[in-house]
T-cell receptor
Framework: GDSVTQMEGPVTLSEEAFLTINCTYT??????LFWYVQYPGEGLQLLLK?????DKGSNKGFEATYRKETTSFHLEKGSVQVSDSAVYFC?????????????FGTGTRLLVSP | DAGITQSPRYKITETGRQVTLMCHQT?????MFWYRQDLGHGLRLIYY???????DKGEVPDGYVVSRSKTENFPLTLESATRSQTSVYFC??????????FGQGTRLTVV
C-alpha cells in the first residue's frame, strides 16, 4: 500500500540556519503530496502541497518540489526562525483512494534556538 | 463558529468504559476522517466517511465504532476503552481534491 517515510527528529537548528527535512514516498500512479505543520497543542495545518511531478509548493518561506524520479518531496527553508519550531508531517493522497484518504509519515520535530 | 471542532479536548476514562469523541464541521464537507496520533507512528487512520451513512475502516479500526447520520457530525466511539487507546485523536474534513482541515484534537487517557 501507499506509504511515506520521513527523517526522524528532532532536528535542532539555530535561528537563520538552513532547513531540510527529507520525505520519500511509495505509491502507485501520481499521488498528491503535502506538508502539514503542527504547533504545540494544536491540530495540523496545511503548509504546502504539490499535485503533479515537478510542481513546487511554497508557503511562509518553506518550499518542496515533487520529484517523481526519486519519489521525494523534501521540505526546505533558507532561514528558520524560532517560531518555526513545530512538528512537520509529510503526507500523500493516492490516486487509487476513492475516499480522499491521507497517508502520513511519522513526523519530524523541529527545534529552533535563538 | 465556522470550522471543525472536537469535544472534549481532554478526557480521562477507565478501562472498559464506553466513551464517545465528538466532531462537528460547518463547511458541509463530504469527507470526514478520524486519526490517532502516537509517538513513533505519526497519524494513523481509524475510520473515514465519504458522505452521510457511508463509512469505512482505515488502518487501525479495531475497538472503535463510527456513525455519520448527518453530514456535519462524525462521532467516534470506543466501545470498551483499553489502555492501548490512550492517544491524541484528530478529526478532519475535506472536499474532493481539496486539502484536509483538522480539529484541535482530543487527548484521551485510559487508566
Amino acid at each position: 500500500g501507499d506509504s511515506v517515510t520521513q527523517m526522524e527528529g528532532p532536528v535542532t537548528l539555530s535561528e537563520e540556519a538552513f532547513l531540510t527535512i527529507n520525505c520519500t514516498y511509495t505509491a502507485t500512479g501520481y499521488p498528491s503530496l503535502f506538508w502539514y505543520v503542527q504547533y504545540p497543542g494544536e491540530g495540523l495545518q496545511l503548509l504546502l502541497k504539490a499535485t503533479k511531478a515537478d510542481d513546487k509548493g511554497s508557503n511562509k518561506g518553506f518550499e518542496a518540489t515533487y520529484r517523481k524520479e526519486t519519489t521525494s518531496f523534501h521540505l526546505e527553508k533558507g532561514s528558520v526562525q524560532v517560531s518555526d519550531s513545530a512538528v512537520y508531517f509529510c503526507a500523500l493522497r493516492g490516486t487509487n483512494t476513492g475516499f480522499q484518504k491521507l497517508v502520513f509519515g511519522t513526523g519530524t520535530r523541529l527545534l529552533v534556538s535563538p | 463558529d465556522a470550522g471543525i471542532t472536537q469535544s472534549p479536548r481532554y478526557k480521562i476514562t477507565e478501562t472498559g468504559r464506553q466513551v464517545t469523541l465528538m466532531c462537528h464541521q460547518t463547511w458541509s464537507h463530504s469527507y470526514m476522517f478520524w486519526y490517532r496520533q502516537d509517538l513513533g507512528h505519526g497519524l494513523r487512520l481509524i475510520y473515514y466517511s465519504a458522505a452521510a451513512d457511508i463509512t469505512d475502516k482505515g488502518e487501525v479500526p479495531d475497538g472503535y465504532v463510527v456513525s455519520r447520520s448527518k453530514t456535519e457530525n462524525f462521532p467516534l466511539t470506543l466501545e470498551s476503552a483499553t489502555r492501548s487507546q490512550t492517544s491524541v485523536y484528530f478529526c478532519a474534513s475535506s472536499e474532493s481534491g481539496s486539502e484536509a482541515f483538522f480539529g484541535q484534537g482530543t487527548r484521551l487517557t485510559v487508566v
